[in-house]
């Protein structure tokens, strides 16, 4: 194999590496799906978001089936709104429930839909009224600590 042909290999394992690296870029910002399919809108509102952030996923059993679209504040209520983009082929009942979730211990956040039993469906612009706040884990790692702490003092007092 002549100079030429060694050069050529080399242009192709770095073009395939430029190509590797930008789909990493993409799948690290959450934009690897392009979809251009039909969707519907949907709104949740939620005493904590968390680390949620725009374009995470919408999943139900696992599965992806929209994005958040916004997060935004309500003025009235102090709750954050969240603005969902779901995929038209699936529909979910009126009493489904949305949960803020986390993949793995410190993973992404994104929005976990339980269907309901309801026999009516969301429909566009509806509200999903049942919804779960993140946990935070400095909230629970306080909580704990602070349990701790009482349960300390309570047994040097009923020691005296």
Known sequence: MGKKGIETLVGLFVLLGI???A??????ANLTSFGGGATYALTAKFDN?????PRAAVRSAGVTVGRVASITLDAKTYQGVVRL???KSVQFPKDSQARILTAGLLGDQYIGLEPG???NNLA????ITQ???AVVLESLISQFLFNKAADAGAE????K
């Open 19 to 21: 190509l590797g690296l």
């Open 23 to 28: 789909f990493l870029a993409l799948k690290a």
């Open 49 to 53: 978001i968390g680390g949620l952030k």
């Open 85 to 87: 983009e779901l995929d």
């Open 117 to 119: 039993a309801d026999e």
């Open 124 to 127: 566009a612009g509806d509200t």
């Open 131 to 133: 919804t779960q706040s």
């Open 156 to 159: 040097t007092g009923a020691k």
